[in-house]
Nanobody, 121 residues
């Protein structure tokens, strides 16, 4: 499966941004989807994941209550809605896919290219 992330940009603290991850190549609904991020000088970290149907999600504590991860299986797309953004959310954001019906925090097999999010104070 191929993944294409988009929607990054520059936003002020407290603002919102929505990232999109369009997929192609395989049955989208067969995959659990996730978002990760990596800031300069830091390791890549898990942000959020969603199961195949969208019925189950999991969030890192750092984004809980601010970010959501809806998916649209008809459009083969998963989103990352980011609200109340903070400067510490600045990072490259990556979408990922893992074959299976669960919510996953690790073991992703397919990755998109990153899209940069910069939050100014």
């Amino acid at each position: 499966v191929q993944l294409q992330a988009s929607g990054g940009g520059l936003v002020q603290a407290g603002g919102s941004l929505r990232l999109s991850c369009a997929t192609s190549g395989r049955t989208f609904s067969a995959y659990g989807m996730g978002w990760f991020r990596q800031a300069p000088g830091k390791e890549r970290e898990f942000v959020t994941g969603i199961n195949w149907s969208g019925g189950s999600t999991y969030y890192a504590d750092s984004v809980k209550g601010r970010f959501t991860i809806p998916r649209d299986n008809a459009k083969n797309t998963v989103y990352l809605q980011m609200n109340s953004l903070k400067p510490e959310d600045t990072a490259g954001y990556y979408c990922a896919a893992r074959l299976g019906s669960n919510v996953f925090t690790t073991g992703y097999e397919y990755w998109g290219q990153g899209t940069q999010v910069t939050v100014s104070s």
